[in-house]
Each structure stands twice: as C-alpha cells, then as structure tokens.
C-alpha cells in the first residue's frame, strides 16, 4: 500500500510583514505620476521625444508600482480550500505584466525616435534639462522609498530597478538637453530616445527570465536535478526513485513531489522522514509531498508512461 507524506514547512503565508512599506509605495506612486505630468507636457511644449520618452517611462514604474502594491496586498491572503498555496503568486504575476508592459513601451519609443532621425525638431534645451533634472531627484527619492520592502519581494524589486534604470535615463536626457544647448545637435534628442529604448529592453531582458521561470514551474536557478535524485537514491532503504517533480511556489517556497520505490522489509515511514530532512537541509526544499510503493509494485500514478 502506497504512504503519501506531506510536509509544509510552516511556510503557508507571505513572507512580507503586513502592512510593511505600503505608506511608501503609496507615496513613491504619488510623487511619480506627477512627474509623469510634468514631463510629458513639457516634452510637448519643447518638442522633446527623449523628454516624453522618459515621461512615458516613469509612467510605466508608477503603474508598475499600482500593479505590485495591489499584487502585494493579495499575496497576504492565507491560504483556502481553492488557494491552497495562497497568493503568493500574484507577485510574480504582477512582476511579468509589468516587464510585458515596459516591452510595448520601449518598442513605442524607439519607432518615434526613428521618425524624427530624418528630420530632427528643435528642442528647447533648457526646459528639457530642467525636467530631467527633477525627473533625476524623483526617480532616487522614489527608489529610495521603496528600497527596503524591494529586498523581500521580486514584485517591489522589480519597481524599485525601473526606477533606478530611469535616473540613468535623466542623467542622459540632462546630457543631451546640454548637447543641444551648447552645439545645436538637435539629433542628439531621437538618438538618446533609441538609447532609452535600448535600456528599457536591456533591463526587461534580465530580468523577465527568473520571472517566466516561476510562471512555468521551473525548478529553481542553479539546482542540480541530477544531484536531487542521486541524493534520494542514497536514502537508507529506497531502492529508486521517480516522478520527481521540482519547483518553486514562489520566490521564497521551493516546492518537490517524488515516488520512492523501497526495497522489501524497509521502514517506508522513516526513509521518508530522512528523505524529508535531507531535501530541507542540503537543498532547502521547505515543501514536499512524497509517495513511497514497493519494489515491483506498479506506478498508480502511470508515471513511467508519462516519461518520468
């Protein structure tokens, strides 16, 4: 008779405190949306693709922090009969939207910038430094808001990177605004709006992958899959082990399901406890679920025929 043993890890809630930094994160949206005002109708009036660029672009982290305080909020909620893990997992959802979102918009800015590299406007260098500059104060006073919930969450970190990203990108409208000024280089404008795009795909690049992976029930970045089984192998009394299945619930939950096939007159229960310590100590698995079957027993799960 097949034993199906559990183990939670006491980890069933979000590992944010409640209520920790949402003051802020308010704030941080508030401060930028104004920003976002203030650039954009500036951009127009000086006629400033990199201005609007880098307005649009601070839209996009305002919205990105709505989306990841609203995402935060949810992942509280403790675990039901039909959420049994929780909700964690809206912060990884939030985070991907908000990646999918800054895709769009760099590829927005750059077919704007190639526009205007035939016939570059003239741009009113001035207003345009003066609004990056704000645009620069804001984006540090933001990240720094944020800073500290962003060290527990991919949800918040992923706000809290756009942000810092977009006073690199002040710095470089505040560059350019100073080449328009002092030589004329009105080309200067679409060439640093197709940088800012440039960036903006850089960083979503980097970072998307570790978000797609949770989304797809990947086994955590760096495990050995090969070195899990080998080890639930060399557990006393398993004769060999499949069906593994490895993943991460979110991004503090590592999560594992595994067959293990005894050898006749072993102590399923007890090579199960040791399976279970061993996964938490060597590869901090803190949930697993593990089915034990005799040697010559048939699979009820059919795993071999689903290539497991």
Partial sequence: MAHHHHDH???????????AGDGTIIAAVAINFALTVAQVAGGYLADSTAL???GVHNLSDALALVLAFGARRLARRPPSPEMSFGWSRAEIVAAFVNYIALIAVS?????EALGRLVEPPQVQAGLVMALAALALVIDLATA???WRAARNSVNIRAAFLHNLADAGVSVAVILGGL????FGWNIAD????LLISGVILWHVVREISPIMRMLMLGAPPGTDHGAVEAALRGVSG????HHIHLWQIDEHRIALSAHLVMRPQSDASAAIRGAKAMLRREFSVDHVTIESEWLGEPCGDLCHEHGH
């Fill in 9 to 19: 890890g006491g980890h069933g809630h979000s590992h944010l405190p409640a209520g």
């Fill in 52 to 54: 609007i660029a880098d």
């Fill in 107 to 111: 590829v927005w800015l750059a077919i």
């Fill in 144 to 146: 720094a808001l944020v």
């Fill in 179 to 182: 080449m328009i000024w002092a």
């Fill in 190 to 193: 679409p060439i640093l709006t």
């Fill in 238 to 241: 398993v004769e060999d082990v």
